[in-house]
């Protein structure tokens, strides 16, 4: 009976002793912090969404996500946003007004999500398929009263500390009125700028740059390579070999252009394109478990409505109400960690100040 006694204690003992250990180890580990992964689909509302996935056999990745809310995109002087406005708003959490990119209504700099992540030690990129100096990027490293002002906003990309960025324009960063070669002065920098996707991936170098275009990138129907889908994985193939976390923002720029034009084809063809790396960044954050993905739009553009079609092909026809955007509120859908803070309806701005409590967890 003694003995029996005897090994139950050092059971009991050995396994208060494990939980405690697991408990101790858990402890040091309980808040690691997340990363974020921002997907932008530039003009995107629900009828382009509908109609990207009733053109691709009624699927879309955006249904793996079961967190869905809605935001409103309003600037601070228009009810009708542009990019500048919006995308300012939920890089830096102020309205604005339209045109702005990184400033208040004061024209003051703001700090963007991007640049409070890297002060923490984040590992920070860009990705967009439009030029890098585009209004929705520029917003989380620019501060300039002016979307326009796109030398001076590759000015202060070549002066900022964005890890990776990926988008078209390099002629704004070696063709200039000053006739600076902000290149060479990036690379004098310890930056590899690359123009090839082969580069890219072979590239070890923490802090890589990879101008897709010269000018702004082709339209997906006209053959654009690489796909986002491909941009995306390669990049966050890097980032996990990298014991920092990260935050990255990826734009579908283009699903804004096929809105301005009322081209059905050109905004189906755009939205697929981001919807291979909305399936990435989903995929990747239920492997990492770690990842928390925001997936919304800026605003939506052209006032589409799908008015007929047929259920056996999803075939259809759309409409559209303008050639520019317009004041309906966007979906916002989250995967993972602290995704339940975007249900709901609310301002765009929040955007920034749900990504700013998940990253300051106690």
């Known amino acids: 009976m003694r003995n029996i006694i005897a090994v139950l204690l050092l059971s009991i003992t050995f396994g208060y002793s494990q939980v405690t250990t697991l408990e101790r180890l858990r402890e040091l580990n309980e808040n690691p912090p997340i990363n974020i992964i921002l997907l932008i689909g530039d003009g995107m509302g629900l009828s382009q969404i509908s109609a990207g996935m009733y053109a691709d056999k009624n699927s879309s990745a955006l249904e793996k996500f079961n967190v869905i809310g809605l935001q409103k995109t309003h600037s601070a002087n228009s009810l009708v946003t542009d990019s500048a406005a919006s995308a300012t708003a939920m890089a830096c959490g102020k309205k604005t007004y339209n045109g702005a990119v990184g400033v208040s209504m004061a024209r003051q700099p703001l700090e963007s999500i991007l640049e409070i992540c890297k002060s923490k030690n984040y590992i920070t990129g860009l990705i967009s398929t439009s030029s890098i100096v585009h209004a929705t990027p520029a917003s989380f490293y620019a501060k300039v009263v002016s979307r326009k002002e796109y030398q001076e906003i590759a000015l202060q990309l070549s002066e900022h500390e964005v890890d990776y960025f990926i988008g078209g324009g ?16 990036m690379e004098d920098k310890n930056y590899e700028i690359v123009s090839t996707f082969s580069r890219f991936k072979k590239s070890e170098s923490n802090k890589l740059g990879y101008f897709t275009y010269n000018d702004e990138p082709p ?10 889908r491909d941009l995306l994985s390669s990049t966050l193939g890097k980032l996990e070999t990298r014991n920092n976390p990260f935050f990255i923002m990826v734009e579908g720029s283009q699903i804004d252009w096929g809105g301005h034009g009322n081209d059905t084809d050109y905004v189906v063809s755009e939205f697929k394109d981001f919807n291979g790396a909305i399936d990435v960044a989903f995929e990747f954050a239920k492997k990492d478990q770690n990842t928390l993905v925001i997936v919304t739009a800026d605003h939506e553009t052209g006032g589409m409505g799908i008015n007929k079609g047929s259920i056996k092909t999803f075939r259809f026809e759309a409409q559209y109400t303008t050639l520019g955007h317009t004041a309906t509120m966007v979906p916002v859908f989250s995967y993972g960690p602290f995704s339940e803070k975007f249900s709901g309806i609310y301002e765009n701005i929040s955007i920034f100040q749900k990504m700013i409590e998940s990253i300051n967890r106690p």
Not at 171 to 185: A, G, M, P, V, Y
């Open 170 to 185: 390099e002629k704004h960063f070696n063709k200039r009125e000053d006739k600076r070669d902000l290149i060479t002065e």
């Open 219 to 228: 339209r997906a129907l006209d053959l654009r390579k690489p796909s986002l």
